[in-house]
């Protein structure tokens, strides 16, 4: 407790009575601060104030709190449970059922856990941000938050002993899955720097897009580059004017390529000569052993979570010089597959995809009627930072605890705010 006595603990205690006060007015602070603790956690609030999550155990007072301002403020309103939300909550119970049928407990893990708390934040996000302008003002936050984590970092990184993130999970983050967090908020960057706003507003998203990529580059992670690549190839793809992100990538890569080290090219050129390099054997021993549980136990896989504990007995003979016991999956389809079986798989690959056909429908339809164009751009940004994600983790695992399901609610509430607008603009005509 002695970390509170202090000028970081006043501060940290005035943000908390201050997050406290704005969730009761308004619930959607809540979810503001929610992300905020959940963002920042592994790679500032740990390092720098553990008992934030240690001894206070905000994540989980923020959730309640905003649970009782949305039923305050709820005012008669229909609950939203849309078709994503059961699919989250089937999930959660073949994660639960897995785990029994493997023998371990059910709930006595971080898996389940931590899953469960993802699924109240997708209740409490589907129900509370209900306004193009709440929906905005998340995404800032998103944008905010990561800006100032790459900043923070960079900052190590100039004044410090280390390059950023190259100490692989230095302190309690995990470089790779920072990278894969980075590129999927590079679509956000960019998709709202094309609108009309204010040259200061473009100057902090120009800013921001850049120490994006700067953060991915200097994490020196692969999995970080090839999510990187994702990015930007679907936002030329995007973008009608193909000259725009093709014009950025270029100006991007002149300010860049010429201040990356040898040993940079050297770390990405490895995904060619993969059998030269131990990490990336790693991931070919434990997907090979991913895909023997699924062939032992194809229905609901060895338990969520258990992984790390069993793969070894399953990794093939002539790989097993590349790995240890307690090494997780590293790729996130296997994860599942491996670990929940078929049916977990078809349930999460599911809801990932229709959340997908979801942003791609609702940037058609708001296109369609003109008076949306900005609700479009929430939905295009949305929908390529989730395909980034998904497809980045398939060199990494976030199955229970990733933000891919912050990326999922947020979509499903866009296309809510859709038809609210859509039936309110209908009324008044």
Not at 203 to 218: D, K, M, N, W, Y
């Amino acid at each position: 407790m002695e970390e509170f006595i202090s000028i970081r603990g006043g501060l940290v205690i005035l943000s908390i009575v201050t997050g406290i006060f704005l969730t009761f007015r308004k619930p959607k602070f809540g979810i503001i601060a929610f992300i905020i603790l959940l963002f920042m956690r592994d790679g500032f609030f740990l390092l720098e104030f553990p008992a934030v999550y240690r001894v206070l155990h905000l994540p989980k007072v923020f959730g309640v709190l905003t649970l009782i301002s949305w039923f305050i403020h709820r005012k008669g309103q229909p609950v939203q449970l849309p078709f994503q939300f059961w699919l989250m909550l089937l999930f959660f119970v073949v994660i639960c059922l897995s785990r029994g049928l493997a023998g371990t407990s059910p709930f006595e893990a971080k898996p389940p856990q931590e899953f469960l708390k993802f699924c109240v934040l997708f209740f409490l996000i589907v129900n509370v941000i209900d306004t193009e302008k709440d929906l905005r003002e998340v995404v800032w936050v998103l944008i905010m938050v990561s800006v100032c984590m790459v900043l923070y970092h960079y900052y190590h990184y100039k004044t410090g002993w280390r390059s950023i993130f190259v100490v692989p999970n230095f302190g309690t983050l995990n470089r790779n899955g920072f990278a894969i967090t980075l590129a999927s908020l590079v679509p956000f960057a960019y998709v709202f720097l094309r609108e009309r706003r204010p040259i200061l507003i473009k100057g902090l998203l120009a800013f921001s897009l850049f120490f994006f990529i700067v953060g991915i580059i200097l994490t020196y992670s692969r999995g970080g580059f090839l999510a990187l690549c994702i990015a930007l190839a679907s936002l030329i793809l995007y973008d009608r004017s193909k000259a725009r992100p093709i014009f950025l990538v270029l100006i991007l890569s002149a300010l860049i390529i010429p201040r990356l080290s040898e040993k940079y090219f050297n770390r990405i050129s490895t995904i060619i000569n993969y059998h030269q390099e131990a990490s990336a054997m790693i991931r070919v021993a434990t997907n090979k052993a991913a895909l023997n549980m699924v062939k032992r136990h194809p229905l609901f896989g060895v338990g969520a979570g258990n992984f790390p504990y069993t793969f070894f007995d399953y990794t093939p003979d002539d790989l097993k010089k590349w790995v240890e016991p307690g090494i997780n999956s590293h790729n996130l389809t296997l994860q599942v597959a491996s670990e929940t079986g078929i049916i977990g798989l078809v349930i999460f690959l599911l809801l990932v995809i229709k959340t997908l056909i979801d942003a791609m429908k609702l940037r058609k339809l708001c296109l369609q009627h003109g008076k949306f164009e900005s609700l479009a751009n929430i939905a295009s940004a949305l929908g390529i930072g989730l395909f980034t994600y998904f497809m980045a983790l398939q060199t990494g695992q976030g199955a229970y605890y990733g933000y891919i399901h912050v990326f999922i609610p947020l979509t499903v509430a866009a296309k809510q705010i859709f038809h609210l607008e859509e039936v309110s603009g209908a009324r008044e005509t």
